[in-house]
């Protein structure tokens, strides 16, 4: 290979460290060496006072796991959580999808407008949002209920459905469309044989910005749903704020993060084997 | 009865009126083009045969059956888009197999048609690929057979070969002539490109201004167009200004400013007196050295004043006398030399006393 050539190619792998070295710094100070401290965590012993005990005296155990295998009762609600995350996700993407074809429909000044709206709400703070579902459920005798749950995950997480499938059907060419038809397709063939199979990566990133965020979120059971409606990610608050048992509740987000983990990992193959697009 | 039957048709958008009045017939098994300038009306008329646009007045017949309020998807006409418009998420078999699921064939007959129709289009073995994977001349290919396979009435092209380059447009031309003949598909093409349409049509309508300005086969239109637009669209040609000083039978004597007398052909009727143009393509003219026989019949006298070899042809640029500048063609099949005439050379140029076209103002 010529000598200029390799040098472009050593500038090219540098300029490629320069823009990865950053974020992949960040990731690893704030995410990967803490991930690491609650995996540990999770294998030590609960302190007296809350916190850890010490290292030397009580060493390592496997309590926190043999109590989590043990009570059926944390499975039950690792299984429950996935369900509202499920629910969560697929209402969202019923409500978000005709949102998005009609916001990518919309004349194009009426488009930025409509994206704006489906974002204002980030602009007042989460919390007041969630005491104004309380006051809106209260009267409604729907507050501390599962359907409050559920309506309050859809709320807050409906605009991370929405954004990805407009950026994904904004693409769409709208010749195809017009292929279609032409070539004999009515109105749902055209939405379920091109539409929806050029949609679907956008459905499912939208799906994971949704469901794994479920998946942990505790702020949104806690205050609309009732006392019976205990998710995976109140359960963990619960372990390192009020039971003080560090190891359970970081063996519980071990055991979260691996599912998650695992989802990620399914939907991305679900993608590579769409890959053509 | 005709296959096609537009009777009336104008459609306006707004204040202008894109189709004007027109009227037309299709015949079974024709390869029909509309030709004619971006903005002419040509797409519109093609959006309202495929049903994505409607007449504002008029009719439109399909086997005698009135089209108005059949939606696309019903009519049995497909279309081949300008950007082909191929499924990305499905393969080349899935594209063309995709009319065919649409009118809910079963599913051998789906696999048997898309079989036999890649093997027209000679892409075999490009089945299982998808259209990113593709060449230009391969999409068109594809998009060609999806609008094939299930058998439309008609087939319409929207500037199909645009997008390709200047050699692969050359042999798509060729295979597109052999498939219509082939599978004896009623084409109607839309084009801008007058060399395009001259060679794979059977019959041409020339539209300019929302107007069919004529309507003739090839040849017809090449050799005697109507009116200036046709002779000014299609091909190169030659206006010489001059007016009528007397019609017979057997031909016309104009008179032309600066020139003197022309003798010309008769095409239809022309009334003595009428100022119009003689209209004469450039193989039709003669160069040659003999600058002092001008006087004669047709022969006048000028200057080379420009010359583009072309290779097979040569195109001489003459400025007669008079200050009129004239295009003439000359064939390089004389041994050894290609040209026979340089810039400044005094020139003789001429032609025949029944060679052209008097187009009328």
Redesign the interface.
Known sequence: MPASSSRTDRSARLTRWLVTLPPALFLVVFFLIPALIMAAASFREPGEFGGLAPLAERGFSLDAYRFVLDDVIYAWILAKSFAVAGLTTLLCLVLAYPLAVLIVRSPKRRRDLLVLLVILPFASNFLIRIYAWMIILGPLDLLYSPVAVIVGMVYVHLPFMILPLYTNLEKHDPALLEAAQDLGAGGWARFWCVTWPLSLPGVLSGSALVFIPVLGMFAVPELLGGTGDLLIGNLIKEQFLDNRDWPLGAALSLLLTLAVLAVAGLSSALTRNRGQM | MALLEIRNITRRFGSLEAVKDVTLDIEAGEFFTLLGPSGCGKTTILRMI?G?DAPDAGELYLDGRPLAGM????RP???V?Q?Y?????LTVAGNIA??L???GRSRDEIRRRTTETLALVHLEDKGDA?P?ELSGGQKQRVALA??LV?KPRLLLLDEPLGALDAKLRERMQGELIALQREVGVTFVFVTHAQQEALALSHRIAVMNEGRIEQLDVPEALYSTPKNRFVADFIGTINLIAAAVVEASRHGLRLAAPGLGEIAAPVHGAVAVGSNGALAIRPEHLRISGHADRAGLKNHFAGAVVEYLFLGDVTVYKVRLDNGLLLEALATNAGPGRARFHEIGDRVSVEWRHDAGVFLPD
């Open positions: 495929a994505f939606p696309p998807e019903k006409v497909h279309t888009f950007s418009a191929l499924f990305p998420h995709f009319p699921e649409m009118a998808f990113h999806r609008g299930n």
